[in-house]
């Protein structure tokens, strides 16, 4: 920025500054108000620029971007800006973005209070507000203590399929898993056919050979029908690997904890034990999104599975409906 200079001083140029370096602003109040003030003898009309600029608070989701001119007249020494808040009632940490004023007109910039920035607080409880209302009333520990684990654990999920890029990635990742349990009902079915209507005494004449009066053909066909699809699958599979759903998911859980208790006074900071804090940023934060966002996963990939193995085997004997419905609640449940 322009800085302020001697020549500045001895021609009693105005200074235009934010009034504070720092603002503090709950994400639940609608706007956020800030004065520019002007420092010197005001006998002359100054014009300064000012305008967002994002930080750890992205414009759109939890500020609306602002710029402009300020014109000061003769003898008029604060004008305000206001900045539009955004509301979520996701769980977040506090974020904060930077406001700048420039390209003065009659006057220079402070120094240092040509910039500032204004820290959003998160209010809402984690992994959601749904239970607001009883752990105001009961307290942490009480709460904790009647709180469905079902519960929680759904709120949890659903937390973490909103996150930033998560849900798109989850899609992808669920769409591969099926794409594989496809390829393994396909893998039976070419089996099956192989050793009943290619190689076997009594062949389905409903199921030709691929290649028409020629087995060793057919055969090397059947062979490109696994072998095809299986290289496109292990392609894909490395491709989700590539998604890193579980470090996305534990880096924003890790983030946001950092930055709070960052946020903490120093009183605050001082009853958390060090240890307990990197025990959970090293242990519980990969134990929560493993042991619960990627184990849905896992598990949806496992029920796709049991699906299309059903499939196939009612297929083949229908009366085996009634054990596999057994066998799947079975394994739903436990």
């Known amino acids: ?54 930080d750890s608070a992205v414009a759109g989701r939890r500020y609306q971007a602002v710029s402009g001119r300020i014109v000061f007249n003769p003898g008029e020494i604060c004008k305000s800006v206001c900045i539009p808040l955004i509301s979520s009632d996701d769980w977040n940490t506090t974020l904060e973005f930077k406001l700048k004023l420039s390209d003065p007109k009659g006057c220079a910039v402070g120094r240092y209070l040509f910039l500032s920035r204004v820290k959003v607080i998160d209010n809402d409880l984690f992994p959601s507000n749904r239970f607001d209302e009883e752990f105001q009333k009961l307290g942490p520990e009480q709460f904790a203590a009647i709180l469905p684990d079902f519960d929680l654990t759904a709120e949890y999920l659903k937390f973490n399929y909103n996150l930033p890029g998560i849900k798109e990635k989850t899609w992808v990742a669920l769409t591969i898993d099926q794409l594989q349990n496809l390829y393994y009902l396909l893998t039976i079915n070419l089996l099956k056919y192989v050793a009943d209507d290619v190689l076997g005494p009594n062949p389905n004449p409903d199921f030709p050979l691929l290649v028409a009066n020629n087995t060793e053909a057919t055969l090397l066909a059947v062979g490109a029908l696994f072998l095809v699809p299986y290289g496109l699958l292990n392609s894909l599979d490395y491709y989700k690997s590539q998604l890193k759903i579980s470090e996305d998911s534990q880096r924003f859980l890790q983030d946001n904890i950092f930055r709070k208790f960052s946020n903490y006074s120093e009183r605050a900071r001082k009853s958390v034990n060090n240890a307990e804090m990197g025990l959970t940023m090293v242990a519980d934060v990969p134990e929560i999104v493993e042991s619960g ?42």
Not at 14 to 41: C, H, K, M, P, W
Not at 316 to 333: K, R
Request: glycine fraction near 6%; hydrophobic fraction near 45%; proline fraction near 4%.
């Open 1 to 54: 920025p322009p800085a302020l200079d001697l020549a500045a001083c001895s021609q009693q140029v105005d200074i235009v500054q934010f009034d504070s370096a720092v603002y503090y602003v709950e994400e639940n109040e609608e706007n956020l108000t800030v004065d520019v003030v002007r420092l010197g003898l005001c006998e002359d009309t100054v014009e300064v620029s000012y305008s967002s600029e994002d």
């Open 293 to 334: 966002y990627m184990k849905c996963l896992e598990i949806a990939k496992y029920l796709g599975k049991l699906a299309v193995t059903s499939y196939f085997v009612i297929g083949e004997n229908p009366d085996a409906a009634g054990p596999l419905l057994v066998a799947g609640v079975a394994v739903i449940t436990f």
